[in-house]
T-cell receptor
């Protein structure tokens, strides 16, 4: 099993450009998440999807859109990139979801995005 | 006050030492707690869940103090391979919110 995979691993964008970060999991998990990690700060939730066909905003959703394409795939789109979106982006999945207290999250390797 | 706070460190310890990290959380209604480990430029991975009675996994012991709203992680007989950032994670139990601390850096030196 590959677990959670993300593409690309690295990306440099110019301000105003758009791009989509791809995420896929092969563990048959119901819930998937997108986080960003910035220096000196904890991971912050951007969006999550409790099941195929549903998505919800997290703590920092502005400037992002998501699509839960099927049970395996959850993509994150930046429509008009800004320097403030320079960060490391992690996708994660879990069997149950945020409402389940002992739910373990499995993370992908991350995408390092720089917006100039 | 941050919802989850950790001492950023770094904690520099020799091999074989015992080291402990604390993490405080703001919401007294929080129900579940975790420690994740993150190696440099890698993804976080679950180290252990923290149960109300405390739990131990080999050289690692996690404890919860609800009265003072903190959780702790104790590492005994530190190994070079324990060098990493340790993330404290709390399920806030409102709004289905999982909050990550910024992490504590541990460096174990020979």
């Amino acid at each position: 099993n590959a677990g959670v995979t993300q593409t690309p691993k690295f990306q440099v964008l110019k301000t105003g450009q758009s791009m989509t970060l791809q995420c896929a999991q092969d563990m048959n998990h119901n819930s998937m998440y997108w986080y960003r990690q910035d220096p000196g700060m904890g991971l912050r939730l951007i969006y999550y999807s409790a099941s195929e066909g549903t998505t919800d905003k997290g703590e920092v959703p502005n400037g992002y859109n998501v699509s839960r394409l099927n049970k395996r795939e959850f993509s994150l789109r930046l429509e008009s990139a800004a320097p403030s979106q320079t960060s490391v982006y992690f996708c994660a999945s879990s069997e149950a979801g945020l409402g389940f207290l002992e739910d373990e999250q499995y993370f992908g390797p991350g995408t390092r995005l720089t917006v100039t | 006050r941050k919802e989850v706070e950790q001492d950023p460190g770094p904690f520099n310890v020799p091999e074989g030492a015992t080291v402990a990290f604390n993490c405080t959380y703001s919401n007294s209604a929080s129900q579940s707690f975790f420690w994740y480990r993150q190696d440099c430029r890698k993804e976080p991975k679950l180290l252990m869940s923290v149960y109300s009675s405390g739990n131990e996994d080999g050289r690692f012991t996690a404890q919860l103090n609800r009265a003072s709203q903190y959780i702790s992680l104790l590492i005994r007989d530190s190994k070079l391979s324990d060098s990493a950032t340790y993330l404290c994670v709390v399920n806030m139990a409102y709004g289905n919110k999982l909050v990550f601390g910024a992490g504590t850096i541990l460096r174990v030196k020979s």
